[in-house]
């Protein structure tokens, strides 16, 4: 299985249809969001066009677009944080402890995903307005946490279930107890799966808008939401919304090169060895 | 291992989970008993499961079921086996991949409706680009979105843009933390790549598959932003999904029977999700045991 020049030649090959698939749509936006209206609808689409920063000026302008930027921030990063621990504890827990029923509970957390948001809407509002939390970070961060907790839950299980045995009980003899084998020994041999749940829980509430919509007033309303102000049904404001979509992708992208460099392999190697 | 130390790990998470999220399903389910409509709150009828036995019989949620299937079988296989090829093609230890892994990943970041409303402009029949270089190509002006079939195909091309990216991610980080020796192993004792793959990489991903299966066609089964902006529903029934129809019952404020819909959902969800795990973690205890 050596790599080869030829097969990296063919790796190439065949990722140019996949990438151009990828990328023509985000080319699409970015480019929307420095063009007229007019050169938007040009005949033949336009690739070489003199660019505008209209568009982000009204989005600046117009909107408190930081505000609601620092309140998708602050949701978002407490979503990531609040599921990866729960996630973490509960897909270990899931991973080593067997009970009776285990498998049953485990099925039933996947069943909280199973309903449509539409139908929960009116039962969680009710919920936060009883806890005094309608528009406030918190709420929308305990909304999103139970969005994303099935799915870290049942992503960090299968990890857990890779890590070999022997290397706990080495630590656990070694003298750590349950608790710091799984921080100091068992995470870092998992990290890849880490990065995972963390991206997708940091993605699920921020591209939210539903929920976003009922639960947050002035205060707590996220980016989706006003982004969705700019697509109204008779005439979407095509080169706006696209300066708002760069400007929310941009996060994005930075937490994920951030997060990137642990997916790599090759933790486990020295583990087992060692 | 003992199963009370487990306790401590599992607690936090799960009376978080059944606190927050068991309560609004049990409500909805109370909800669907009734026959109550938003314009009519003094009078609200108990009709136990009334509002079923209206579903069951109506043409336009059968209909819905299918379009459902239909398009949730469609992505979730497009989707999983895309994301499996281009996992396994990034595993390898190819220099130049490592900064297209972040490029690959950018349609996770378009908020869901943008990206629909930019591929509505993509696929418009004569104003969108698409068609103006297909037809260049002389391969006419297909209606993407306006031919009941075409516009199934286009919502499920669109869904798996946006979603490729999370399957390759996930089971791209599975493939990376299985322990490298057991291929160098392989390799030694001259095993080919599709025996590797057949008999090292399946069997010890199935789990993780499985998983990204499970939740992709959860989601799928529950689309509503894409195909909302994308066709409405339209043309006619051809992309009405049964989140689509739920959306129009809550829209005309029958909050009973939009509850009773949102069960009906989840429970074709469970079934679903209960048949597939049987189906693919019985032969993997299988192989593991012997």
Redesign the interface.
């Known amino acids: 299985m050596k790599p080869t020049p030829l097969r990296a030649w063919l790796t190439g090959l065949a990722l140019v249809p996949i990438l151009l698939w990828t990328l023509f749509p985000i080319y699409w936006i970015a480019t929307a969001s420095f063009k007229t209206e007019r050169a938007l609808y040009a005949k033949p689409p336009q690739w070489l066009f003199s660019p505008i920063l209209d568009n982000y000026q009204h989005v600046l302008t117009n909107i408190p677009f930081l505000q609601y930027l620092t309140n998708s921030l602050v949701v978002a990063i407490g979503t990531t944080i609040g599921s990866l621990i729960l996630g973490i504890l509960a897909g270990y827990g899931f991973a080593r402890f067997r009970f009776p029923g285990s498998d049953a509970v485990r099925f039933l957390v996947l069943v909280t995903r199973m309903a449509p948001r539409i139908v929960l809407v009116v039962p969680y509002f009710l919920m936060m307005q009883k806890l005094g939390l309608l528009d406030t970070y918190t709420g929308l961060v305990i909304a999103y946490v139970s969005f994303a907790l099935p799915f870290t839950i049942w992503l960090l299980v299968g990890f857990f279930m890779d890590v070999p045995i022997e290397i706990e009980e080495a630590a656990m003899i070694d003298g750590c107890n349950r608790f710091v084998t799984l921080v100091r020994v068992v995470l870092p041999i998992v990290a890849p799966g880490l990065v995972v749940a963390a991206i997708f829980a940091f993605l699920v509430s921020w591209n939210e808008f539903l929920f976003a919509l009922i639960l947050s007033g002035v205060n707590a309303k996220t980016l989706p939401v006003v982004i969705a102000g700019l697509t109204t049904d008779l005439a979407p404001l095509y080169g706006e919304m696209s300066a708002a979509a760069v400007m929310v992708m941009l996060p994005n992208i930075v937490m994920t090169i951030a997060l990137q460099r642990f997916l790599v392999r090759g933790l486990t190697l020295g583990a087992v060895k060692g | 291992?003992?199963?009370r130390?487990?306790?401590?790990?599992?607690l936090?998470?799960?009376l978080?989970?059944?606190a927050?999220?068991?309560?609004?399903?049990v409500?909805?389910a109370w909800?669907s008993l009734y026959d109550w409509w938003l314009l009519r709150p003094r009078s609200i009828p108990f009709v136990g499961l009334g509002n079923y036995a209206r579903l069951a019989t109506d043409p336009e949620l059968q209909r819905a079921v299918v379009v459902t299937g239909l398009f949730t079988a469609g992505s979730v296989t497009v989707e999983f086996l895309?994301g499996l090829g281009?996992a396994l093609?990034f595993s390898?230890?190819?220099r130049?991949?490592?900064p297209?892994?972040?490029?690959?990943?950018?349609?996770?970041?378009?908020?869901?409706?943008?990206?629909a409303?930019?591929?509505r402009?993509?696929f418009h029949p004569d104003?969108g680009?698409l068609n103006?270089y297909l037809s260049l190509a002389g391969l006419g002006r297909p209606a993407w979105l306006s031919d009941p079939t075409l516009a199934l195909v286009s919502i499920t091309l669109v869904d798996a843009?946006r979603t490729?990216?999370?399957m390759f991610?996930?089971m791209?980080?599975?493939?990376?933390?299985?322990?490298?020796?057991l291929?160098e192993a392989a390799?030694v004792d001259g095993a080919s790549?599709w025996q590797?793959f057949r008999h090292i990489t399946v069997p010890?991903l199935t789990?993780?598959m499985l998983?990204a299966v499970?939740?992709r066609g959860?989601d799928a089964f529950?689309e509503?932003?894409i195909i909302y902006?994308l066709t409405g529903g339209g043309p006619g029934t051809a992309t009405q999904v049964?989140?689509m129809l739920?959306?129009r019952v809550?829209g005309l404020g029958h909050?009973g029977l939009?509850?009773a819909?949102?069960?009906i959902?989840?429970a074709l969800?469970?079934l679903l999700?209960?048949f597939l795990?049987r189906a693919i973690l019985r032969p993997q205890t299988r192989g593991s045991a012997a």
């Open positions: 291992m003992g199963t130390g487990g306790r401590g790990f599992l936090p998470g799960l978080f989970l059944f927050i999220d068991l309560v609004p399903l409500y909805s909800l895309a281009l093609l390898q230890p190819f130049f991949l490592r297209l892994r972040v490029v690959l990943l950018l349609p996770l970041f378009v908020v869901p409706v943008v990206g409303t930019m591929w402009m993509i104003a680009p103006y843009w490729i990216p999370f991610l996930v791209y980080a599975g493939i990376e933390v299985l322990p490298a020796e291929f390799s790549r590797a010890l789990y993780i998983v499970l939740i959860m529950r509503l932003d902006v049964i989140q739920s959306y809550f909050m939009a509850n819909l949102g069960m959902t989840l969800v469970a999700c209960y795990m």
